[in-house]
């Protein structure tokens, strides 16, 4: 293995996992496998790139830093030179953490200084420049990340959000050295004195420039943007799109649950709903225990082959007012073990279809899903959106997933992603 990921959820591993697979024309792509947590037994010796994903975006701050000190100490004995800390183009966390922990535990491991702080993924819109997060051309402060229903963004200068997490010094790398070239770059990265520096990038150029001036660097951390470049350092010259050629076929009984209350998500849920059964799960119902795992299996049941949507996303107003009633982790936790458990019966029903909205929903789901088929790895396949792939548990008779995160996709993606996964396009 050349080289290894932590990432703080399931959606944002799996959107590493295809960067790192896709690889950057001309040259090569990294034999890749998401993993569901630290495995336990060796890889497969022909995975160049491992992808751990782990709940640590929402852990408590302690297992947080333990779940990536334990994926840490898999990679590297594995034989993985470079790590990167994968967490969310738009740096999700609060004050308290847990980017900033979790980063200082790994340097410190790693006795890494100048470790790059680059959450920007051009193609879906988050740029950072001036040290400051963009989502499109609003500042993240500004997005639909203000409302977001576990971490709030509500500050956009990636400096001063991690100082509050850190007390590590955090730099910065303007736009003004990163568009000069790799060797500038490579300087600046190379003569920090701080431990972290935020570096700018409002292109995939940047990101590649980027990438070419971290050919040595023993950590990184940052989105799935700043992997565009990273393969190339290590491999040259494979076919681009193997992977695709490789994919595996799925058809037959489908299931859609979404759990994330973002914006693109909401979007892709109405307009699936004019044309496609959906059902939107009443919340204080399932905090009262009257809509369960079967009400859900119930619905998906009487509306096979028609793309069933089951969804529990609402506005920010609908999100905040069942929050204040049952509580934040209440509600999140009934409504992330209600999709888990549906897909798990789901999948023992012969279910072979699942796509997923919401990272934290994609956690929960694609963790019991991997539980219940033994399935110690993912192969990662083709792209349905940028960011998301289309991902296998198992031979054979295979089971495929797809872990959208909430605010990425097309409008039609739901759609999109059941007919990719047969095959079509
Ligand atoms: N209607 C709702 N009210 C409150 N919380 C909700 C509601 N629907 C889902 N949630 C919770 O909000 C969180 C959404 O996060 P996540 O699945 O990561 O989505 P995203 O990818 O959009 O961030 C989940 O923990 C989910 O259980
Ligand atoms: O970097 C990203 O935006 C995604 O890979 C990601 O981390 C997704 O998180 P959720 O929005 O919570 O699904």
Not at 142 to 153: A, R, Y
Not at 275 to 300: C, K, N, Q, S, W
Request: some cysteine.
């Amino acid at each position: 293995m050349l080289i290894g990921v932590i990432a703080d959820d399931f959606t944002g591993a799996s959107d590493i996992a295809n960067t790192l697979a896709k690889g950057v024309q001309p040259e090569g792509l990294l034999r890749t496998a998401q993993y569901p947590g630290v495995p336990t037994a060796p890889a497969d010796p022909s995975i160049e790139a491992g992808v751990i994903s782990l709940k640590s975006r929402s852990a408590p701050v302690q297992e947080a830093v333990r779940d990536s000190l334990d994926a840490l100490v898999w990679l590297r004995a594995q034989g993985c030179k470079q790590i990167i800390f994968k967490y969310c183009s738009t740096f999700d966390s609060t004050p308290a953490g847990n980017i900033g922990l979790v980063a200082d535990a790994l340097a410190e491991a790693l006795e890494a200084t100048g470790v790059v702080v680059c959450p920007a993924f051009p193609t879906t819109g988050r740029t950072v420049y001036q040290g400051h997060l963009f989502v499109g051309d609003t500042l993240l402060s500004e997005s639909s990340m203000q409302h977001h229903p576990l971490t709030p963004m509500t500050d956009p200068d990636l400096r001063r959000f991690l100082r509050l997490q850190t007390t590590a010094g955090v730099g910065h790398i303007p736009l003004s050295i990163v568009s000069q070239g790799v060797e500038p770059t490579r300087d600046a990265i190379n003569g920090a004195t701080d431990r972290y520096v935020v570096a700018d990038a409002v292109s995939d150029a940047d990101l590649l420039t980027l990438g070419a001036a971290l050919s040595d660097a023993k950590l990184i951390t940052g989105g799935s943007g700043i992997a565009l470049g990273l393969p190339r350092n290590l491999i040259v010259g494979r076919k681009p799109d193997a992977r695709v050629a490789d994919a595996v076929h799925v058809s037959g009984p489908e299931a859609i649950l979404a759990g994330s209350c973002s914006g693109a998500t909401r979007g892709q849920v109405d307009l699936h709903a004019q044309a496609h059964p959906t059902l939107a799960i009443d919340v204080p119902g399932v905090m009262a225990g009257r809509v369960t795992v079967e009400t859900l299996v119930a619905f998906y049941d009487a509306n096979q082959g028609r793309a069933p949507l089951a969804y529990s996303s609402g506005s920010p107003d609908q999100v905040l007012a069942l929050q204040s009633r049952f509580g934040r982790e209440a509600v999140a936790e009934k409504l992330d073990n209600l999709f888990a458990d549906t897909a798990k019966t789901l999948v023992s029903k012969g279910y072979r279809r699942i796509v997923v909205a919401g990272g934290e929903t994609s956690g929960a789901v694609a963790q019991a899903v991997t539980e219940a088929l033994g399935a110690a790895a993912m192969t990662v396949g083709a792209e349905i959106d940028p960011g998301v792939p289309i991902l296998t548990l198992g031979d054979g008779e295979s089971v495929v997933l797809a872990l959208k995160s909430g605010n990425f996709g097309a409008p039609d993606f739901f759609a999109k992603a059941l007919r990719m996964m047969e095959g079509q396009s």
